[in-house]
């Protein structure tokens, strides 16, 4: 992030800045705070209630950069802060502990930093899939490394959709391998993946993945050689692609279940940016790290040049041409989480009680149309588009500059 973008953000938070947390009295580092985990944001930091000894204090907090809310009348003033939660007396707040101030080097987004709480939630749940796979690999190189890796990834994707609510229904078939002659045969005729050897993985529909690992290797020019990762981020983008396909299969289940429909009713910004999404949230569990970190792994690695993409342009059943659906889709996808408090948030469009794609099917683009668009985010996210896209759009600017 620029120092521009940092600073909008900063300024952001001071002037409109409330994110979805509790708000009591305003904390600083070391002094009591109401309850352990309670988090509240004060000048544009995030600080979070911990435990020290036999107290409650607040920590030295993070940076946070929130969208900006949409307000008739900006003020500078800061809004009366609805209290739910009593201000804390405490002796010791006379006397405040001798803490330093808080030197936050990092900026988070408020939208991730709740994604992850509501992904931790998910995790704790007791669901087991029962959904069924079976994993091809291809024999010309039956000990690949990559393959394995990749191999890694399904369970713990399979496990967070049913954890999610959306155990896949449709038996999954993936091929894993480098000669796409060899993964042509099992890829359905009528489908994008017949002549998808351009791509790095896919989802094909009636449960069919595939991961092209060539593509990969040309991608980082290793001249047919699986070597190791160069770099975290490499690596996140690597191998966890079979989570996004698989989220793939999720919304491809979710939105045929409903209609005359498939994959392609979602808007391109929450198909792919919600499948990306999905990755970091499994390659973080996989690699015990938070979701935070992962995500800034992500945004490490993907094209950037989304600040001026509005999200309109990203309803196609294709994709946008700098790829924005991908990265910009992201911010948005973890803002409509964020702002529904729900993970299914990612789904749910799908579920539409429209009939098939809506009245006006976009020729064009090949996909819905504004109005269906628009109507469905109304009926499954109660979101008033003209609202809460300058929200989302404002976001986006920050994260892919
Ligand atoms: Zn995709």
């Known amino acids: 992030m620029n120092r521009k973008n940092f600073i909008l953000g900063l300024m952001v938070i001071l002037i409109l800045g409330s994110i979805e947390v509790t708000h ?7 002094l009591p705070c109401p309850k352990v985990g309670t988090k509240q944001v004060s000048k544009g930091i995030l600080f979070t209630c911990i435990k020290s000894g036999k107290k409650t204090v607040w920590n030295k907090g993070v940076q946070v950069v929130a969208a900006p809310k949409p307000s008739p009348t900006p003020s500078l003033s800061p809004s009366p802060i609805p209290s739910t939660t009593p201000t804390p007396t405490s002796k010791s707040s006379e006397s405040p502990a001798p803490t330093p101030s808080p030197t936050p080097s990092k900026v988070i987004s408020a939208n991730a930093l709740i994604v992850q ?68 045969k099992f890829m359905p005729r009528d489908s994008w993946c017949y ?31 699986e070597i190791d990762w160069p770099s975290p981020e490499v690596r996140l983008a690597a191998t966890s692609t079979l989570a996004h396909e698989l989220g793939h299969q999720a919304q491809g289940e979710l939105a045929e279940a409903s209609g005359r429909r498939n994959l392609a009713f979602y808007p ?11 990755k970091a949230v499994v390659y973080a569990r996989m690699n015990n790290i938070s979701y935070v970190d992962a995500r800034e792994l992500f945004f490490k690695m993907t094209d950037k040049g989304c600040a001026e993409v509005p999200l309109m342009e990203m309803l196609m059943s294709g994709n946008h041409p700098k790829n924005c659906n991908y990265t910009g889709g992201f911010v948005a996808s973890e803002a409509l989480i964020a702002r529904d408090k729900n993970t299914t948030a990612l789904f749910r ?45 404002a976001e986006i600017k920050i994260w892919t500059p």
Request: charged share 25%; net charge negative.
């Open 349 to 393: 469009f799908g579920a539409s009680k429209i009939a098939d794609s809506g009245p006006k099917f976009d020729q064009e683009r090949q996909g819905i149309s504004n109005e269906t668009y628009r109507s469905v985010m109304k009926e499954i996210y109660n979101i008033d588009i003209d609202e809460w896209h300058p929200i989302v759009e």
């Open 268 to 278: 391109a910004w929450l198909r792919e940016g919600g499948a990306n999404l999905l």
């Open 24 to 30: 009591a009295a305003a904390p600083k580092a070391g």
């Open 117 to 184: 709480d509501l992904f931790n939630e998910v995790w704790k749940r007791d669901i087991k899939s029962k959904a069924k796979y079976e994993i091809f690999i291809d024999p010309s190189r039956p000990d690949s490394k990559w393959a394995k890796e990749h191999v890694t990834f399904i369970e713990t994707t399979i496990e967070l959709l049913a954890k999610m609510g959306y155990d896949l229904k449709t038996s999954s078939k993936i091929y894993i391998g480098w000669d796409w002659k060899w993964m042509q």
């Open 195 to 225: 002549d998808g050897s351009w791509a790095g993985g896919g989802y094909c529909g009636q449960g069919i993945n595939f991961i092209n690992l060539q593509q990969t290797g040309e991608w980082l020019r290793t001249g047919g050689q």
